[in-house]
Structures are given as C-alpha cells and as structure tokens.
C-alpha cells in the first residue's frame, strides 16, 4: 500500500475538476481502503456513479491507500471497464489486475421451482419412511449383535452399561424427583378439590394411585429421559461421526452397534422403569401429602389403602412401558446421531429431530398400550 | 513506526506446567515471522494468545500497538478486522456454503450491497485460485487443500494487515502444498501482509520466513533470520535443522545459507 510516510491519512474524496480545455477529470484522494469506506461507502458509491460519465479522465494518482474494496467500489463506476485516459499512483494498480479478467459480476441465479411445494411434500414423506426403515435396520441389527453376545456373555460391552446407567438413570434422579413431587402434588390438589364436592373423599387414593403409576409416572419419566438422555446421545454419537471416530471403530472392526448401540440401548431399558419407579413413589408421596392436607387423609391411611385401590399388575405394566419406552428413546436417538452428516446444523437438527420424534414415539406405544390393556387392573373393587 | 506486535514479559501456565516463561517477541511491519518448536513448546498457545483467544498468566501482546487484554471489546473489534486468521482445519462454517463462508465478513461489516459482495467473493476466489463453480458447494464437499485455500479467501476478505498462519500446509501433499506456499508467497508481496506462521514444515519455513522465531525451554531462544536461527547449538536447533531432512530443506534454498556443522 503506497503511503507517503509523513502525510496523515486522509477520508477518501471525489473531486470533480474542469480543466482549461473545458475537459472534465475525477480526481480521487485519500485513503480507498476497507477501513475508511467502511462506514462510507454507500455516500461514495452514489459520488462515483455521479461523476462517471463517458469521456472524463480520472487521475487515481493522489489516492493514499488502495485495497481490492476501493477498487472494486471504482471498478463498478466505471461500469467494469477501463476508462481510457487513467492516470494511477504507483502500485495501486495492481489491485484492478484482477479485474480484467472476463466474469467478474456474472449473477448465477437459480430458476425458480414451480413444483417446490410438491416436492418438498414428496420429500418429506420418503424422508419419514427412510427413517422409518432406518430404524427396523437398526433395531434388527442390534438383535443380531445381542445373539452373537448371548453365546459369548464374557465379551459383552459391560463396562459400557454400566457407566450408561449411571449416566441416564442415576444422574436422572434430582430432576425426575422434583417434577414427580410437583405433579403428584398439584394433580391431588386439583382431585380432592372436586372429590370434596362430591363428599367422595377416599377416592383420592384410587385417582392418584392408577393415575400415577399406570399412566402420568411412566409417560412424565419417559419424557424428560428423552429429552435428558436422548438429546446427549444424538448428540454424542453426531460429534463422533463429525470427528470420524465412528469410522475409526468400524476399520477397527469393533461394531458400533456392539459398543455404543446396543449398550445404550440396555441401559435405558434397565434405567427407565427404575426411573419410573422413583418418580412414580416419590409423586405419591407428594399426593399423600396434599391430600392430607385438603382431605385430612393421613399419610399412614393413604400408604396403608393404596394397595387394596390399586391393583399390583398396574406397577407391573408402568414398569414394563418403562423397559419398552426406554429401548424405544434409545433406539430413536442413536438412529439420530448416526444420521448426523459432518456439519455442525445437521447435528442440531438431528438433536431436534431426536428429542421430538422419541417424545411422539414414546406418547404412540403409551397410547399402544393402553388400548391393549383396556381391561387389566382398572375394575373398580 | 509501532511494531504489528510485541509480546512482553508472557508466562502462560496450565496448572503446574509453564508453557511461557518471561517470552517476548517483537514483529514489524511487512515481516514474515516463523514461530516453531517441539510440540508442547506453546507455539499454537502463544498465536492464540496473539488472537486473545486465550489469556495469559503474566504479561502483554500488542496487536498494533494495542493491548489486547485490556481493551475495551470496541476497540478489540476494530484490531479484529484487520487480521485474518487462516486456522489449521480450515474452520469454514460447515453450515455455510462456500461463497456464505467468505462473504459473511464482508455482509457483516453492513456497508455494502449484495452484489458488491457477490463481486468481491468472486475476486476472493480468484486470488486463491479456486474457480467460481466451486463457489456454491459446501465445505464437506471439498477436499482438503481446496477447505485450506478457501479458508484463505476469507481470511483475506477483509483486506487485513496481518494474517495468521496455523500449520498452513499440514495434511496437503507436497505438490499442493508448494503451490499454497507460493499464493502466499505472492499475496504477501501484493497486499503487502505481515504473516504469522505457526508450523512444522520445513520447506515452507524456509521458502517462506524472513525471520524465524525458535520456541523451546520456555522462551524464544533464537529471533531471526534462517541463517542465524541454524548457528546456534540447542539441541532443538540441531535436530530440527540439521537433522537429515532439515538439511535437505536447506540444501534446497542453495548456497545462500552457509552451514557450518561441527
């Protein structure tokens, strides 16, 4: 960048000067560089397109500064071609050198897509069956493996279960606590404020005792593990097919399925009826408390009931979506994370995708459920 | 004339482990400076420290005569446009498309239209010799040395001052990687730059560098030119530069260099 040493810099400057000969010469001075048109250049663009008219000479030999942004704001003045009478400072005319060359300026613009609505409807309804298909690959896949693990138990990934349970059943416990103490407390509040009209007071053992642990402690458990656990598993398995660790366990012939699938997969269906069980106590508790509270139920009488109001094949099935709904999570958020492509938006999306799909998933097989078992353990006794 | 940076009185310690001890560095402005040295020697630390991505332990660096680390985040700002960084994966925005990645410094500046942009990543990619078809695909669509030379295009495409090299030819074979030496070559003489180099490679150490900075026991041992760089006795010097292949680098670079082994 030509300077003279000892000038201070000065803003860049059109002046338009009519010579002697009546002809007309743009001078520019000043620095042309990015940090002084910064915040100028929209006002220089409209002076430069103002003074270029055909036939001026324009003198570039006062210009302190140049860099390829100058240029290009003058280059485009002069409608990208070389005016013929030009008279440059030196060395600032190496940065029209690129110009020169043909092309600079050709817009390539993509057609507007009349069919974009059907396509992208199309699009998505083979993407939801690609998935669909994806995942019965997996699932199968997985089966496979835990055949090959049955006949050889020494080998299985042990160490890899165990320290998934720790991570999405142990760690579960603080959050899934609170929220099952919160709603076994409101859901009792709001029963026996409408159980006391009716005078039916010791119904509240029954409302929350089927409704806790055959519906709301299984679904509301299942809901914050998919969000907890789901999400750092897509997310855990998409960094590692970004950072091509999954392709490093494939050439070394460890199977991902065996060593982060499956694992996961048996973690959570172990950790969520666990899960589900804590939450599910811990809920009851919260409504026995508000019950004695509004209804003047003791706590004693309300444990010592519970199990003549609800039938003992309730636990059993909330524990048995658990094991269901956990390999389900598991299943949805590893098929996620091995989709993930090796760019940082498609693994935000498919953390997304996997949250939102394993909560249907988890809300459609709950559904499954309870029309399958319409009439186990609800008569009233 | 202010140095481009100067480097005081660093220390930088990880725990226990001091990586910098009492380092100082000056670069002026037009030079093409070298940092190398055994891996853990701090030389990616002490570019990072250069960047203010990271802070050190004791002491100051200078970015045109600013300090970094106790500015205020608008002049920090203002010292951010006038360097690129060219970092060693490349680090395009994966989300991006190619043309995204380069003309989001310039959209970002918010003084230009979209059609001098347009034009300007055009000229960006011609200086890096990449062809305008490439310009709307995608980072993981490229090959290494194609993600190197765009990322270049960004570094450049707020027309620093200064840039900062990591590793620039790591992972290019060494007919792209020559080829990489010789754009920057040239574009450091047109736009006059004043370069940071971090690396390794020791023919692009030695086609490249006007002074040659050697990180080891903690501090700069040696800050200059190639040929007073190989005259002193460390150990590091010795096998880094006279080693075999270090010789052949330098045989390289012709009768320019006298070695004197002993």
């Known amino acids: ?381 | 004339m202010t140095p481009i940076i100067e480097v005081e009185g660093l220390w930088t310690q990880f725990g226990d482990h001091v990586v910098h001890k009492d380092l100082n560095l000056t670069v002026q402005a037009g030079e093409v400076v070298s940092l190398v040295g055994g891996s853990g020697s701090g030389k990616t630390t002490l570019m990072r420290q250069m960047l203010g991505l990271e802070q050190p332990a004791r002491g100051s660096v200078r970015v045109f005569g600013i300090p970094l680390h106790d500015s205020d985040s608008g002049t920090l700002k203002k010292i951010r446009k006038r360097w690129g960084v060219l970092f060693q994966g490349g680090a395009l925005y994966s989300a991006l498309s190619v043309y995204d990645n380069i003309a989001l410094p310039l959209r970002e500046l918010r003084a230009f239209d979209d059609d001098f942009v347009h034009d300007m990543v055009m000229l960006k990619l011609d200086m890096v010799d990449i062809e305008r078809s490439h310009a709307h695909k995608m980072p993981s669509d490229l090959s290494g040395g194609m993600v190197k030379r765009i990322a270049l295009a960004r570094a450049l495409a707020l027309e620093p001052e200064l840039i900062f090299l990591d590793e620039p030819t790591a992972g290019l074979d060494p007919d792209r990687s020559e080829s990489f030496v010789k754009l920057i070559q040239s574009l450091r003489h047109k736009l006059n730059l004043t370069v940071i180099i971090v690396t390794h490679d020791l023919d692009t150490l030695v086609s490249l560098s006007d002074k040659i900075a050697v990180l080891a026991d903690q501090r700069v041992i040696v800050y200059g030119s190639l040929q007073e760089a190989i005259t002193v006795k460390h150990p590091f010097v010795i096998n880094f530069f006279l080693g075999e292949r270090g010789l052949r680098a330098l045989s390289a670079v012709g009768e320019s260099i006298k070695l004197n082994q002993t």
């Not at chain 1, 929209?42 to 002076?47: G, H, M, T, V």
């Not at chain 1, 409608?79 to 440059?88: E, I, K, N, S």
């Not at chain 1, 109001?309 to 059993?316: D, E, G, H, Y």
């Open chain 1, 1 to 381: 960048m030509p300077q003279a040493p000892t000038a201070p810099v000065q803003h860049p400057e059109v002046h338009e000067i009519r010579g002697a000969d009546g002809a007309c010469t743009v001078e520019l001075t000043g620095a042309w560089d990015i940090r002084a048109l910064e915040a100028r250049a929209r006002n220089l663009q409209l002076r430069l397109s103002e003074a270029a008219r055909a036939g001026v000479r324009w003198d570039l030999s006062r210009v302190q500064r140049m860099d390829h942004i100058g240029a290009l704001l003058i280059w485009r003045a002069w409608a990208r071609r070389r005016p013929t009478q030009l008279a440059f400072a030196p060395g600032i005319e190496v940065f029209f050198d690129k110009f020169d060359a043909p092309g600079v300026g050709a817009q390539a613009q993509s057609a507007a897509d009349m069919l974009a609505l059907v396509r992208m409807l199309g699009a998505r309804m083979l993407r939801g069956l690609d998935h669909a298909a994806g995942m019965v690959q997996l699932l199968g896949q997985v089966l496979i493996d835990s055949m090959a693990l049955l006949r050889r138990p020494a080998r299985g990934p042990w160490r890899e279960i165990s320290a998934n349970l720790y991570r999405v059943g142990a760690q579960a416990m603080g959050v899934t606590a609170l929220v099952g103490m919160l709603i076994g407390i409101v859901l009792s509040y709001l029963s026996s404020e409408q159980l006391k009209a009716v005078g039916a007071n010791a119904l509240i053992v029954n409302i929350l005792g089927i409704g806790i642990i055959r519906e709301l402690g299984p679904v509301i458990t299942a809901v914050l593990v998919a969000g907890r656990s789901g999400s750092s598993i897509t997310a855990q398995l998409g960094v590692m097919r970004v950072t091509e660790e999954l392709d490093a366990l494939s050439v070394m012939g460890i199977p991902h399925t065996v060593r982060l699938i499956l694992p996961k997969i048996i973690a959570l269906a172990i950790a969520l009826p666990l899960l589900i069980l804590w939450t599910s106590g811990i809920a009851l508790v919260g409504g026995s408390i508000a019950a004695s509270h509004e209804l003047g139920i003791s706590m004693h009488s309300f444990l010592s009931s519970l199990p003549v109001a609800v039938p003992t094949i309730n636990l059993w099935l909330g524990l048995g979506k658990g094991v269901v709904f956990g390999a389900l999570i598991a299943l949805t958020a590893c098929h996620y994370g091995l989709r993930v492509q090796p760019n940082t938006e498609s693994l935000g999306i498919g953390t997304t995708n996997s949250v939102v799909t394993s909560i249907t998933v988890v809300i459609i097989a709950d559904a499954i459920f309870a029309v399958m078992f319409a009439d186990v353990g609800i008569s009233l006794q």
